[in-house]
């Protein structure tokens, strides 16, 4: 599976668009990108997830670019609940084993 | 929604110890993983398994084993704990082709 490059860590005033960037310039056809979160002493949880097209859910839009090499997450009205690591990762939807880097730390700010 | 209930929050294990860790899913998934989380080095995959009474070595199997007697249940085996197993240890489950649901993890320290 293609490697990621995150930012250690991020701030964003409580209310505004928080944009969490990933490089994935090695990213293959048929890797999809996938974003989880992981809030202080729990277990990582889903956020989203796509291939080629701009998604959004209820929690967050992803946006990929054309060539796919890179993608950003947007919590578009971030809140002191959102404040966590956010990890970005691409993977092949076959063989089910996801690598989790590092990850960038949000912080939302008051 | 899926669960996946670890067994225990904190655990406090005495070196050499034989440790088990449990982690039990409710929804059918073929797929469960272990992993274990140090601060700076993320997570990193120690063992998973595709279906019952399989496993496959993850990144850093040493020191670990696991069992799947049932398709709902995933152990995780410390044969003789030493201190540098000392971490947060996270449990998840995934259908095939699907993003994984975690635990809420164990929290183990060996003394």
């Known amino acids: 599976d293609a490697k990621t490059t995150q930012p250690t860590s991020m701030d964003c005033a409580e209310g505004r668009a928080a944009n969490l960037p990933c490089n994935h310039s090695t990213i293959s056809g048929n890797e999809y990108v996938y974003w989880y979160r992981q809030i202080h002493s729990q277990g990582p949880q889903y956020i989203i997830h796509g291939l080629k097209n701009n998604e959004t859910n209820e929690m967050a839009s992803l946006i990929i670019t054309e060539d796919r090499k890179s993608s950003t997450l947007i919590l578009p009205h971030a809140t002191l609940r959102d404040t966590a690591v956010y990890y970005c990762i691409v993977r092949v939807n076959t063989g089910n084993q996801f690598y989790f880097g590092t990850g960038t730390s949000l912080t939302v700010i008051p | 929604d899926v669960k996946v209930t670890q067994s225990s929050r904190y655990l406090v294990k005495r070196t050499g110890e034989k440790v088990f860790l449990e982690c039990v899913q409710d929804?059918?998934?073929?797929?469960m993983f272990w992993y274990r989380q140090d601060p700076g080095l993320g997570l990193r995959l120690i063992y998973f398994s595709y279906d019952v009474k399989m496993k496959e070595k993850g990144d850093i199997p040493e020191g670990y084993s696991v069992s799947r007697e049932k398709k709902e249940r995933f152990s995780l085996i410390l044969e003789s704990a030493s201190t540098n197993q000392t971490s947060m240890y996270l449990c998840?489950?995934?259908?095939?082709?699907?993003?994984?649901?975690f635990g809420s993890g164990t929290r183990l320290t060996v003394v």
């Open positions: 929804m059918d998934h073929e797929n």
């Open positions: 998840a489950s995934s259908l095939e082709g699907w993003g994984y649901t």
